[in-house]
């Protein structure tokens, strides 16, 4: 998925949209939101509300916000694209995104919902050592949020340009300074009631606004799907409808397209600020229920992509998209401005604004609680913590700390090809945490040598892979254009680490003699499946 980075000012140039009115609409979002989050930190006392809105959310409720978070700026604007320019090849990105769900609803939702308190160490240390897995669980998970937070930090500023018209690397770092102290007000002032209150709006908002231009397109076409394929077809040539025009060029971009596949249809059901989502819910049921939501949500979306995406190559015109300020990432603004002018055009501005703020909140309160709950409660202070207290304070320091960091590394990362920080978060989530997770749930014998050797093991080998890879050197479109240490030929390591990471965990399980792994196995097994001694909702 591609971030935004452009360097001339999309509204003025080339859609005659009005920045003014843009930050307007975004500026009436972030006011009534903090009036919600405000609303909701009335209840927010104790680490349950802190990290997992006191389990007072409904299924629905629950599946929407988890929509919102899952649908960040780079989905919304960089599918779009990806289908106006790629066709059939860009469309697939959307099938990925959507099949991920599955995993998340058959093999992780209810299982961690009834086996975790707040967080994935709370499942991983279940029967094992509790100290080093903890340690190891948490660093994972700040791995993982803090690439992702970067690249939505960095893709906020090329954003800026390409949407609001601002140009200079000044203006740029405020408004990224600016989404991240809105970010940590809502972190601080609501905990995790807050930010899913956010993501509610920010999903209902982004799913609205999609649908509108969605009927608006095929209204264009009498409400003919096949019409505005056609049409899209004669302007950008039959390849849009034919598989490879992206992936077909050679092996090895098939096969980066198989290794990109395989991280995001198994790294969603592995990322932590997902994961902890299903906390939220008083019980397995709705945590189930949720996810369902979910999927029917985040799938009616990326086929309002597909309509956005041709509609944008059949009205306005590939060429157009691809010379236009931002490239592919222009081709949803410049289609809301094709059809409803300045006033659509800063809805969807606001809209994606409005994404990149609740995706950074959620990912914030992740990375803070991961550290608060399971480092400085679990590990530094052996369980023995005030938890009206203590434990909500220094996860509270911790986001302001996370906050801040992101921030500084989106004002240095600002202009530079940041996307593969996407594609490193979704590769470590399915390299690292998915396994140790699916091995701690199913496999007896798995023990904490096992879980150790595949989150450190898997988090390694992703990192180092993906520092060699094409993404980062060796080609124009690179984080380093000018260097060239890309041995390793695909942009993606999924399809290499995954497999490895599971290995990992294998042989270290079986050639250690610890024997912890097995001893409450039957105990976790039972939680799991029927939910017996597991977190209750907490009444107010």
Not at 352 to 374: E, K, P, Q
């Given at each position: 998925?591609?971030?935004?980075?452009?360097?001339?000012?999309?509204?003025?140039?080339?859609?005659?949209?009005?920045?003014?009115?843009?930050?307007?609409?975004?500026?009436?979002?972030?006011?009534?939101?903090?009036?919600?989050?405000?609303?909701?930190?009335?209840?927010?006392?104790?680490?349950?509300?802190?990290?997992?809105?006191?389990?007072?959310?409904?299924?629905?409720?629950?599946?929407?916000?988890?929509?919102?978070?899952?649908?960040?700026?780079?989905?919304?604007?960089?599918?779009?694209?990806?289908?106006?320019?790629?066709?059939?090849?860009?469309?697939?990105?959307?099938?990925?995104?959507?099949?991920?769900?599955?995993?998340?609803?058959?093999?992780?939702?209810?299982?961690?919902?009834?086996?975790?308190?707040?967080?994935?160490?709370?499942?991983?240390?279940?029967?094992?050592?509790?100290?080093?897995?903890?340690?190891?669980?948490?660093?994972?998970?700040?791995?993982?949020?803090?690439?992702?937070?970067?690249?939505?930090?960095?893709?906020?500023?090329?954003?800026?340009?390409?949407?609001?018209?601002?140009?200079?690397?000044?203006?740029?770092?405020?408004?990224?300074?600016?989404?991240?102290?809105?970010?940590?007000?809502?972190?601080?002032?609501?905990?995790?009631?807050?930010?899913?209150?956010?993501?509610?709006?920010?999903?209902?908002?982004?799913?609205?606004?999609?649908?509108?231009?969605?009927?608006?397109?095929?209204?264009?076409?009498?409400?003919?799907?096949?019409?505005?394929?056609?049409?899209?077809?004669?302007?950008?040539?039959?390849?849009?409808?034919?598989?490879?025009?992206?992936?077909?060029?050679?092996?090895?971009?098939?096969?980066?397209?198989?290794?990109?596949?395989?991280?995001?249809?198994?790294?969603?059901?592995?990322?932590?600020?997902?994961?902890?989502?299903?906390?939220?819910?008083?019980?397995?049921?709705?945590?189930?229920?949720?996810?369902?939501?979910?999927?029917?949500?985040?799938?009616?979306?990326?086929?309002?992509?597909?309509?956005?995406?041709?509609?944008?190559?059949?009205?306005?015109?590939?060429?157009?998209?691809?010379?236009?300020?931002?490239?592919?990432?222009?081709?949803?603004?410049?289609?809301?401005?094709?059809?409803?002018?300045?006033?659509?055009?800063?809805?969807?501005?606001?809209?994606?604004?409005?994404?990149?703020?609740?995706?950074?909140?959620?990912?914030?309160?992740t990375a803070s609680a991961s550290f608060a709950h399971d480092i400085y409660a679990n590990v530094i202070k052996r369980g023995a913590v005030d938890d009206k207290n203590s434990e909500v304070r220094v996860a509270r320091i911790t986001a302001v700390v996370i906050g801040v960091l992101s921030i500084l590394g989106g004002i240095a990362a600002n202009g530079q090809n940041v996307a593969f920080?996407?594609?490193?978060?979704?590769?470590?989530?399915?390299?690292?945490?998915?396994?140790?997770?699916?091995?701690?749930?199913?496999?007896?014998?798995?023990?904490?040598?096992?879980?150790?050797?595949?989150?450190?093991?898997?988090?390694?080998?992703?990192?180092?892979?993906?520092?060699?890879?094409?993404?980062?050197?060796?080609?124009?479109?690179?984080?380093?254009?000018?260097?060239?240490?890309?041995?390793?030929?695909?942009?993606?390591?999924?399809?290499?680490?995954?497999?490895?990471?599971?290995?990992?965990?294998?042989?270290?399980?079986?050639?250690?003699?610890?024997?912890?792994?097995?001893?409450?196995?039957?105990?976790?097994?039972?939680?799991?499946?029927?939910?017996?001694?597991?977190?209750?909702?907490?009444?107010?």
């Amino acid at each position: 998925m591609n971030l935004v980075h452009a360097s001339q000012p999309l509204a003025q140039t080339a859609t005659g949209g009005n920045p003014l009115l843009n930050i307007g609409i975004f500026a009436l979002f972030v006011v009534a939101t903090l009036f919600v989050v405000f609303r909701a930190s009335k209840n927010t006392k104790t680490a349950a509300d802190y990290y997992a809105a006191g389990r007072s959310f409904k299924g629905w409720q629950n599946g929407i916000a988890i929509s919102g978070d899952y649908l960040s700026a780079a989905s919304f604007l960089g599918i779009a694209g990806a289908i106006a320019v790629n066709g059939y090849d860009g469309f697939l990105y959307s099938i990925g995104f959507l099949v991920a769900w599955l995993v998340a609803l058959l093999l992780v939702a209810e299982l961690l919902r009834n086996t975790g308190k707040y967080t994935m160490g709370d499942v991983l240390s279940f029967r094992m050592q509790e100290r080093p897995v903890r340690t190891a669980a948490s660093v994972s998970t700040l791995a993982v949020s803090f690439f992702y937070l970067l690249a939505q930090m960095a893709g906020a500023g090329g954003l800026v340009a390409l949407l609001l018209g601002v140009t200079s690397s000044a203006a740029q770092s405020l408004v990224i300074a600016v989404v991240g102290a809105v970010m940590i007000a809502y972190v601080l002032i609501g905990g995790m009631k807050g930010t899913t209150w956010v993501q509610i709006i920010k999903a209902a908002l982004l799913i609205a606004g999609t649908f509108v231009m969605s009927v608006w397109v095929l209204g264009m076409y009498g409400f003919n799907l096949s019409g505005l394929l056609g049409h899209a077809a004669e302007v950008g040539g039959e390849s849009l409808l034919n598989p490879g025009a992206k992936y077909g060029e050679s092996s090895t971009s098939r096969l980066d397209f198989l290794s990109l596949g395989l991280a995001l249809v198994l790294g969603t059901a592995g990322l932590p600020h997902v994961l902890m989502r299903f906390y939220t819910v008083p019980t397995a049921k709705e945590a189930r229920r949720s996810v369902v939501w979910a999927i029917w949500l985040i799938g009616l979306f990326y086929l309002f992509t597909l309509v956005l995406g041709y509609g944008a190559g059949a009205l306005v015109g590939a060429d157009k998209i691809k010379n236009a300020p931002g490239a592919a990432n222009s081709a949803a603004p410049l289609l809301a401005s094709y059809l409803g002018g300045p006033l659509l055009l800063g809805f969807i501005s606001a809209v994606a604004f409005a994404t990149i703020l609740a995706v950074v909140a959620g990912l914030t309160i992740t990375a803070s609680a991961s550290f608060a709950h399971d480092i400085y409660a679990n590990v530094i202070k052996r369980g023995a913590v005030d938890d009206k207290n203590s434990e909500v304070r220094v996860a509270r320091i911790t986001a302001v700390v996370i906050g801040v960091l992101s921030i500084l590394g989106g004002i240095a990362a600002n202009g530079q090809n940041v996307a593969f920080l996407v594609a490193l978060a979704f590769a470590v989530a399915a390299s690292a945490n998915l396994p140790t997770l699916l091995y701690s749930l199913f496999w007896k014998r798995f023990n904490t040598t096992g879980a150790l050797s595949s989150m450190y093991g898997g988090l390694i080998i992703t990192v180092v892979l993906i520092v060699l890879s094409p993404a980062v050197s060796g080609n124009e479109d690179a984080m380093f254009p000018g260097l060239d240490f890309a041995v390793f030929p695909l942009q993606n390591p999924g399809l290499i680490s995954i497999p490895l990471s599971f290995l990992l965990g294998y042989l270290g399980t079986i050639f250690s003699k610890d024997e912890d792994g097995g001893e409450r196995y039957a105990e976790m097994e039972v939680r799991s499946l029927t939910g017996a001694g597991a977190e209750k909702e907490v009444s107010h």
